[in-house]
């Protein structure tokens, strides 16, 4: 069995790090807001593919503390990204493998940047979940991992499905990791982005607003035509099907209910969002490529200005500056 640490440990982190757990794996999650809960009540997992509860788990709140292990597990948000590399080093031996398990494109570049590009893998989870109370985990649907390794080494890629499939996690290995990148922004830039676009409204809700289909529909062509333009400007003969690729975000949207992601709890609780990771980069890698993107760039502007709403940036008008004094 592998020793895997975990670092960042929130609901994406705590499940997936459960699951490895369970399997017998030596985990060790580096926590901060749930640490003494989980360390006086367990970790429970309230998943639709069967509930499970981990009464003791290693949890630790500082890096050192973990030491050196076979994996990093790294399911900070993008927006914590900048802190990354001083929560991992403590936990890289000669031989430790790193996985960016984040939403955003681009992110394994920096992970390359700090440590062997040889060593470093990408995973992209396809999954509905939420915290609930600290220490407990609400696993709504789906699951799916997409993983590749940074050099697109399919025998490494491999080695980490061979960690993850025995543990019970759907892992699938991408034809390549800037695929599975751009397979995953299919979804997040036009539900998680429009979520909060649209005043901070769940998945149901943009489903039940024809104008707000559409503007789905316009965003996953874009970036898959974006993706596509990466593909073959990296020399990969991978592609995305634009309409298969929107049958299926619509029927998965379909069946998780009214979802709030990730990107709409952060606005909501007016909390920094990965605008930039998930937006902000897939749009300037379509400038780059010439490829036109105007819907994502609208999405991408508006939640830009949420946030600034948010920070107090940008002011938001009240009804009392309608009085005319």
């Not at 149901?204 to 974006?226: H, K």
Request: proline share 5%; glycine share 10%.
């Amino acid at each position: 069995m592998a020793t895997i640490a975990v670092i960042g440990s929130g609901a994406v982190g705590s499940f997936y790090g459960g699951l490895l757990a369970r399997a017998g794996h030596h985990v060790r999650f580096l926590m901060r807001r749930d640490l003494e809960a989980v360390r006086a009540n367990g970790l429970d997992i309230r998943s639709k593919d069967g509930d499970f509860f981990l009464p003791d788990p290693k949890v630790y709140g500082n890096p050192h503390e973990i030491g050196q292990v076979d994996w990093v597990i790294c399911s900070l948000k993008a927006t914590a990204l900048d802190d990354a590399y001083d929560l991992i080093r403590p936990c890289v031996g000669d031989d430790t493998r790193i996985v960016a398990f984040m939403n955003g494109l681009g992110i394994e570049d920096r992970f390359a940047g700090w440590f062997d590009g040889d060593r470093v893998f990408g995973a992209m989870a396809f999954v509905c979940i939420n915290r609930g109370q600290p220490g407990v985990v609400h696993h709504l649907d789906y699951g799916r991992v997409s993983i590749g390794h940074y050099r697109d080494d399919q025998a490494e890629a491999q080695r980490l499905y061979d960690i993850l499939a025995p543990a019970g996690v759907e892992a699938i290995v991408a034809p390549n990791l800037l695929y599975a990148r751009w397979e995953k922004l299919c979804w997040n830039v036009p539900f998680s982005g429009l979520t909060v676009a649209a005043g901070g409204i769940d998945t149901r809700a943009i489903l039940d607003t024809p104008s707000l289909c559409n503007v789905v529909r316009e965003a996953i062509a874009e970036i898959v035509a974006a993706g596509n333009a990466d593909l073959a400007a990296q020399g990969s003969d991978a592609r995305i099907d634009p309409d298969a690729m929107t049958e299926r975000m619509f029927a998965q949207t379909e069946t998780m209910g009214a979802y709030r992601p990730s990107m709409l709890i952060d606005y909501l609780q007016r909390q920094p969002m990965e605008t930039e990771a998930i937006l902000g980069a897939p749009v300037r890698r379509a400038r780059e490529l010439g490829v036109p993107v105007p819907t994502v760039s609208a999405i991408y502007a508006m939640v830009q200005a949420a946030g600034l709403r948010n920070g107090g940036t940008l002011r938001a008008l009240k009804e009392a500056d309608l009085v005319i004094t």
